[in-house]
């Protein structure tokens, strides 16, 4: 276990499809965090779990979009019914609940026609 | 609302010129403030900083924290091509707040 991974590396869907992206954390890692991060912007906060709890959600997280990590390893991203402005790089890291240090993924990115 | 703003925007210097760059921020329980180099990949940590007026160094980038006037520089002496890149800078709360970056082109 080197880092933590995402797949896809990348998807184009067309607008109104669902997408489903997948993060896994560094083995020994129990807090998972969610960005999105557009062209030229830094990465936005989206949600963290800390093991299988989701602990907070922004408000940039419509409804559209839920995340789980059920065993407290893995986690996923959906997002139901894209739309254009949902293309972006979506970037997983991980950390220990005691570290600020937080690795991240190679992201997603996601482009929605 | 919490905010972190970096300048500048972008920078373009020669091999060998020395760059500074800011990032000032205004939050609510603040933690820790971090910087990060972001090639075309993910972000990777550079430093960590949570008290006002420790230097951290790591070979050429250095970094400073005041935290009476809510900033933080990081400096690359003697830069290199490799140095081109966007970093970041965000602070910690319960989560990691960003800024959006400056984007360095180092050119031979």
């Known amino acids: 276990d080197t880092g933590v991974s995402q797949d896809p590396r990348h998807k184009i869907t067309k607008r109104g499809q669902n997408v489903t992206f997948r993060c896994d954390p560094i083995?020994?890692?129990?807090?998972l965090y969610w960005y999105r991060q557009t062209l030229g912007q830094g990465p936005e906060f989206l949600t963290y779990?800390?093991?299988?709890?989701?602990?907070?959600k922004s408000r940039l997280l419509s409804d559209r979009f839920s995340a789980e990590r059920p065993k407290g390893s893995f986690s996923t991203l959906e997002i139901q019914r894209t739309e254009q402005g949902d293309s972006a790089m979506y970037l997983c890291?991980?950390?220990?609940?005691?570290?600020?240090?937080?690795?991240f993924g190679p992201g997603t990115r996601l482009t929605v026609l | 609302e919490d905010k972190v703003v970096q300048s500048p925007l972008s920078l373009v210097v020669h091999e060998g010129d020395t760059v500074t760059l800011n990032c000032s921020y205004e939050?609510?329980?603040?933690?820790?403030l971090l910087w990060y180099k972001q090639e075309k990949k993910a972000p990777t940590f550079l430093f960590m900083l949570?008290?006002?007026?420790i230097e951290k160094k790591s070979g050429r980038l250095s970094s400073i924290l005041d935290k009476k006037e809510l900033f933080s520089i990081l400096n690359i002496t003697a830069t290199q091509t490799g140095d081109s890149a966007v970093y970041l800078c965000?602070?910690?709360?319960?989560?990691?707040?960003f800024g959006t970056g400056t984007r360095l082109q180092v050119f031979p």
């Open positions: 965000a602070v910690r709360t319960d989560k990691l707040i």
């Open positions: 083995s020994e890692h129990n807090r």
């Open positions: 939050v609510t329980n603040f933690r820790s």
């Open positions: 949570t008290s006002s007026g």
């Open positions: 779990f800390q093991n299988e709890a989701q602990l907070e």
């Open positions: 890291a991980s950390s220990l609940a005691n570290e600020v240090e937080q690795f």
